[in-house]
């Protein structure tokens, strides 16, 4: 027998419940786990708070932001109906030319480009900086690598805001974006001898060309190498990557000489570990599927949504509760990026639903995608009444 869900069954706070039950509680048909770790980090709704109150602190001034303060539509939003203004972009990038002396600049979470802080410091503006710690400490690795002359290695994308500041910090450095790449890297050390998958000079510098550092010369620069990442990068994948250039130089140039020739502090951020880890436990439950909510422009949810799919299980990535409906309709993405859109997605009868979310995504955003989901099962047990 179905239990009919009232819209005032869950006006309240969905996931103070889930906390105050440890993270299971039971509405009707629909039974929700909430992930250990989720949500808002420390060092996102810092920066959040930081940005708020700048324009509480400066009322009357023009305020500019350098990028997203965050990778989630809703508080990007909520900061463009405060009259915070987005840097344009130009056929040669960000146009830093409307900023005039004694305006507001803020930097987001992910920091800014050693170049955009020179030409923001030649403007004579307020600076009002948000940059995490933790992307802060990766710049401090990789300024450790340059003064020993180590090439970085960064694990992490080459077109995200995080990792264009961090290469700016860095001396020589080439990105790579998974293992795979990674062991193309290591076995170009190797020549050919790790499994054979680089090529000629040429075929690397054209497959890393918008990943290295200007006139990168692997045949030079590979000989002593650091680990840094972005911070929402994969964190096994990170430390995979790590263990993998290791033993590489060992091989390379011997294990007597590796201190010599690699470098690595842990610049994993604490927030993406204890979320990965907790999506780790969330996959060993037994669910229907999992519910994924965070910015589709974000890393750190893409690796949220990769745990899922590595472990088989359904689930479904969206950005807000606009992406489920109308009836029982999905749009969510995958880890790689592809839209998909679904009919008749949640299952009838009662169901056992897992919850995770990036670190950029407030518990509201949460809670309405639930009440979404409440609202297709209320509709199903009225039909079967």
């Known amino acids: ?100 002396k004694g305006d507001v600049v803020i930097l987001p979470a992910f920091g800014a480009s050693v170049h955009e802080m020179q030409l923001l410091s030649e403007k004579s503006v307020q600076i009002v900086d948000t940059t995490c710690p933790w992307v ?71 497959k890393f060309k918008n990943a290295v550092s200007k006139g990168f010369d692997p045949d030079v620069d590979l000989v002593k190498l650091g680990i840094a990442n972005q911070t929402t990068m994969l964190k096994g994948e990170t430390e995979e990557i790590g263990k993998l250039a290791e033993k ?45 909510v965070g910015g589709w422009n974000s890393s750190n949810t893409s690796h949220l949504q990769e745990i899922a799919e590595l472990n088989g299980i359904p689930s479904y990535w969206i950005d807000n509760e606009q992406r489920i409906g109308p009836g029982n309709k999905i749009s969510f993405k995958l880890n790689h990026g592809e839209l998909v859109e679904k009919d008749q997605w949640l299952p009838a009868g009662p169901i056992t639903i897992g919850v995770t979310s990036g670190a950029s995504t407030p518990d509201k955003v949460i809670e309405d995608a639930l009440k979404r989901i409440f609202e297709i099962k209320r509709e199903e047990a009225l039909q079967a009444a």
């Open 248 to 292: 590489t130089m060992m091989r390379r140039f011997g294990v007597e000489n590796i201190n010599k020739h690699f470098i690595s502090f842990n610049t994993i951020c604490d927030a993406t570990q204890e979320r990965q880890d907790a999506m780790d436990d969330l996959v060993k439950e037994k669910l229907d599927f999992i519910l994924v």
């Open 1 to 100: 027998m179905y239990h009919l869900l009232q819209l005032t069954d869950f006006c309240g706070d969905l996931v103070k419940t889930l906390k105050e039950n440890n993270n299971e509680f039971t509405w009707g048909d629909v039974t929700v786990k909430l992930a250990q770790s989720y949500g808002f980090c420390w060092g996102v709704e810092r920066a959040v708070q930081i940005a708020y109150e700048a324009r509480k602190q400066f009322p009357v001034e023009k305020i500019w932001i350098t990028n997203e303060i965050i990778h989630n539509p809703t508080v990007n939003e909520r900061l463009e109906e405060m009259d915070v203004h987005s840097i344009p972009v130009g056929n040669e990038g960000k146009r830093f030319d409307v900023v005039n």
């Open 136 to 206: 802060s400490k990766v710049w401090n690795t990789v300024e450790k690598h340059k003064q020993g002359e180590y090439t970085s290695i960064i694990h992490g994308k080459y077109s995200h805001e995080e990792t264009i500041a961090t290469a700016s910090f860095a001396g020589t450095y080439i990105i790579v974006k998974n293992i795979t790449e990674a062991r193309y890297v290591c076995d170009y050390i190797l020549n050919g001898e790790l499994d054979g998958s680089s090529g000629t000079k040429e075929e690397f510098l054209k």
